[in-house]
């Protein structure tokens, strides 16, 4: 048979983890006099790789991976769709991924989201963007790339009503296509 000892009133008052750690209980002018112990704060500024974790950005270009933008443009869309917002997709066209990425990386906003999606193709996710300021962002980007680079804008919910993501990418393709076809100025 277990025996228990008789608690005294202030190791009553005192939690169940205390009890259990061995802390004695103080008052709170006790506890405000005692010093307190440092606070450790880590963390790392360094980019993030296979052995921190999933990789974020390409080796390549420097840009963010596929799965990262796949990522962020769902939940862009669901904010998006909670808050009332906007949000534009740019699907850039280029000669040479590898040769413009640090000029894309050096023209956008830090919030915004450039990622390779195919060969020489970059999908850019210009949140809170309306399809005219993303249409003049798709232009500077297309002088900086050079002769050959063509660009396709979609906004969503004007072009991709639904909640879906490839809605959005599809109408942004069907742009590029108009760009490349002479379409589009």
């Not at 606070?39 to 052995?51: F, I, K, R, S």
């Not at 990522?71 to 808050?83: G, K, N």
Request: net charge positive.
């Amino acid at each position: 048979m277990l025996h228990r000892r008789a608690l005294s009133p202030a190791e009553e008052r005192r939690s169940g983890a205390e009890r259990r750690s061995g802390l004695e209980w103080r008052s709170g002018a006790e506890r405000r006099s005692a010093p307190s112990r440092p606070v450790q704060v880590a963390y790392d500024t360094g980019p993030v790789t296979a052995e921190h974790g999933p990789a974020v950005t390409d080796r390549r270009t420097g840009l963010f991976t596929r799965g990262y933008f796949n990522a962020t443009i769902r939940r862009e869309i669901a904010r998006c769709q909670r808050f009332g917002g906007r949000l534009s997709l740019v699907l850039l066209e280029v000669e040479s991924l590898e040769t413009v990425a640090s000029a894309l990386q050096n023209n956008l906003r830090r919030v915004d989201i450039a990622a390779p999606h195919g060969m020489d193709l970059v999908a850019i996710i210009l949140g809170d963007t309306d399809v005219h300021a993303a249409c003049a962002v798709a232009e500077r980007l297309c002088a900086r790339a050079g002769a050959g680079a063509c660009a396709g804008v979609a906004e969503f919910p004007l072009a991709a009503p639904s909640t879906s993501e490839d809605e959005l990418i599809k109408a942004a393709a069907r742009a590029l296509r108009l760009a490349k076809d002479g379409g589009a100025p």
